[in-house]
């Protein structure tokens, strides 16, 4: 349906179920009688008026950091999809109060009330609501830990070779990744908190990072995994999602600006994102087979802008490392012919993948290249893999 057909087919149905419901007057128990077309009835004995009463209710998109969002499903939804938190005033709140209660009401996760921000609003007569948009940023989890991080706890004032182990460290400056890009990725979900679905709720709410969230929608039901899907463009939801993402690409989060003020690099890390768009967003973050392969860890670099990320590339067809790294290389070549994208290696290992069972191991290491930072490549996994538990991506510097 055209817009306008469809924003008068959504009035006349919330009107068709007031009038329905209306017919008779909740004080007198008189019968009421139509009037303005629909839009109001009078009660036949006190004459007095009724109009359709509107429903205010909260939609949130909630960030954790400047890198992830909560999206929750439930049960009766269509196969793979996830949407915004949103729930109905009570009597006596604020809008940012209903916010933060039905956040925690539906994901156990605490907002940061001065945080919240209104984007619009949105007519929802299925059958008379407003939806009030707002974006929210969640309140740090106390311990400074995530189920979403595997590297051993830390508090949260340590450096970001801290976050490493003592065969990270080594294997850091053996093969030269940047103190932000460590920072980046193992920094930036550490302070997550765990959502917990709440009974009667929702069946599923979960963290969703940036990068795999705009992969995912670029894919479509059809070719995502598990059919993920968000509601349509008529939504708030799918503004308030959408939104975030295209303002994630324009913006470079201050603490991966900052570290690389201090490091002296000009390069961005994997979890930042310059102005204007990037071709590099085009390349996935994450690509693995399943079973049990080689792997390779990688810097992707656009030389005419100098935005970077690190990309995970694992083949079972591969005998050495060196042929995962070339295939690589071969479908930058094809992405971009002119050459500003460019590929690093930053060592390897190998990988065991089991769909099935929803767990990957990483760990070994490269011959030729030497080890990579696997706490670094299980976070990559982590984000690359939402439906998998955290706990079920595990890395170690143990075999080859």
Known sequence: MSRSDAALMAVASGLAVWNLDAQYHGTTGSPTTP????FSRSCSSSGRSLY???DPAIITLVTGGAEWCLLGRKQEWPRGRYSTLAGFLEIGESLEQALAREVLEESGVEVQLPSVRYVASQPWPFPRSLMVGFYAAAAAALDGSSS???SS???SSAGPVELLSHQGRMAMMDTGIKPAEVSAVLGDCRFLQPPVPQEGEMEDVRWFHRDWLSWALQQGPEAAPGGFMI???YSLAYRLITGWLQQQ???VPQTVQNSHQESGSNSSSSSSSAKGIWLGDQVPQVEIDEGVFKYVLLRLTDSSSGRSKLLVRGAAAAAYHNHILQHAKGQLQKLCPQGTLQLDVLGGGR???HADQKVISVYGYSAAFGPAVHEMTAALLQRWYPFYDASSITWSYEGY
């Open 231 to 233: 509601p349509g463009e």
């Open 52 to 54: 359709p009463r509107v």
């Open 148 to 150: 979403s991080s595997s």
């Open 153 to 155: 706890s830390s508090s």
């Open 351 to 353: 990988i065991e993948h």
């Open 249 to 251: 690409k324009r913006s």
């Open 35 to 38: 009037r303005n077309s629909g």
